[in-house]
């Protein structure tokens, strides 16, 4: 079984900096893909941003430029830092990693006031 931790949400104001890190533990495998997702109130989960083994990122449109992903292999570990917030990215935000199977964290909450 593998573990993923989240920390580091909170409340910020608009124009501010978070950052969340997840930490992977457990019997591990190789994880492929991390990813960062998060879920507004009333919306569905949507990916947000994605790390490769290789180093390989994904973002989606409406937080680049703003947000960096970014991973440690040797600790099995992923982080986003999240610069220049909004009100709409105000959400609880789930740490992903994909090995043999999908797994996922328990949530951290970030809220962005305006």
């Known amino acids: 079984q593998v573990q993923l931790v989240e920390s580091g949400g909170g409340l910020v104001q608009a124009g501010g900096s978070l950052r969340l890190s997840c930490a992977a533990s457990?019997?591990?495998?190789?994880?492929?893909?991390m990813a960062w997702y998060r879920q507004a109130p009333g919306k569905q989960r949507e990916l947000v941003a994605g790390?490769?083994?290789?180093?390989?990122?994904y973002y989606t449109d409406s937080v680049k430029g703003r947000f960096s992903i970014s991973r440690d292999n040797a600790k099995n570990t992923v982080s986003l830092q999240m610069n220049s917030l909004k009100p709409e990215d105000t959400g609880v935000y789930y740490c992903?990693?994909?090995?043999?199977?999908?797994?996922w964290g328990q949530g951290t909450q970030v809220t962005v006031s305006s």
């Open positions: 790390i490769t083994s290789g180093g390989s990122t």
């Open positions: 457990g019997t591990i495998f190789s994880i492929k893909t």
């Open positions: 992903y990693a994909e090995s043999r199977n999908d797994y």
